[in-house]
């Protein structure tokens, strides 16, 4: 089954509660938070107070992405908030399988992304304590850009160490993914489409979350 978490990058921050519902009603599986720190990416956007604050206003699922130099920092603090998935990057500063190891013993579900220059090799050694890996189809930093079509081998590279490894762990692929580029994903095995733009820019957002995950229910927005 292919999920979709829209991401809330490209929402109105002023309206995030009325957008949030908005994406329960349009058949989004769960919403994607970006947290930015202005070191790790060159952008910074909300921490955990927000994420908090979301949490009392939905029901849906807390997909948030850490795009932070030292993650471990402030796993309490998101765990705390109510994140459902909590993401750090292969790259940060932070140990990762210890940190992986306090998002689980949160109870949260502990998830590792790869930026574009990093290979797919890097989150091998800690497949076994993943719920989701999390591919970059973009530099993390900026909503809307353009999908790099490596991303696709990578996803299919990952998709192939999962299976032998740890097969209920979820695949997620995120940026510039759309409804034109989304079936490419699934053919190469992610499970997870994470999409910002695609989703807020669309006329019909129903028709466009159904359509990333390969329907074509429409009638929403
Ligand atoms: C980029 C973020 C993405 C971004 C995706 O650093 O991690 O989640 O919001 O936005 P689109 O789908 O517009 O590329
Ligand atoms: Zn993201």
């Known amino acids: 089954m292919i999920q979709v978490s829209p ?20 058949g ?19 921490g955990a107070p927000v994420v908090k604050a979301l949490r009392k206003v939905t029901a849906l699922p807390l997909d948030v992405h850490l795009m932070i130099s030292e993650p471990h920092k402030y796993i309490e603090d998101f765990a705390k908030a109510g994140a459902d998935f909590l993401t750090i990057h292969v790259e940060c500063d932070s140990p990762i399988a210890e940190t992986l190891e306090l998002i689980r013993s949160h109870g949260v579900k502990a998830a590792l992304s790869v930026k574009p220059n990093t290979p797919a090799s890097a989150i091998e050694p800690y497949l076994p304590m993943l719920d989701m890996v999390l591919v970059m189809s973009v530099e993390p ?14 996803s299919a590279q990952l998709r192939e160490m999962i299976d032998r490894i740890n097969p209920s762990c979820l695949l997620e692929i995120d940026g510039g ?17 994470v999409a910002g733009s695609a989703v807020f820019r669309s ?11 390969g329907g074509l229910e429409s009638g929403c927005n």
């Open 7 to 26: 991401s809330i990058l490209s929402a109105d921050f002023a309206n995030l509660e009325r957008d949030l519902a908005m994406l329960a009603e349009c």
């Open 177 to 193: 993914v759309s409804e034109e580029n989304a079936p490419d994903c699934i053919r190469a095995g992610v499970n997870v489409i």
């Open 28 to 46: 989004a599986d769960m919403a994607h938070v970006d947290v930015m720190d202005g070191h790790f990416v060159p952008n910074l956007t909300i």
């Open 203 to 213: 006329d019909d957002r129903k028709k466009t979350i159904s359509a990333l995950r």
């Open 141 to 154: 930093g900026f909503g809307g850009q353009s999908f790099i079509p490596s991303a696709l081998e990578k």
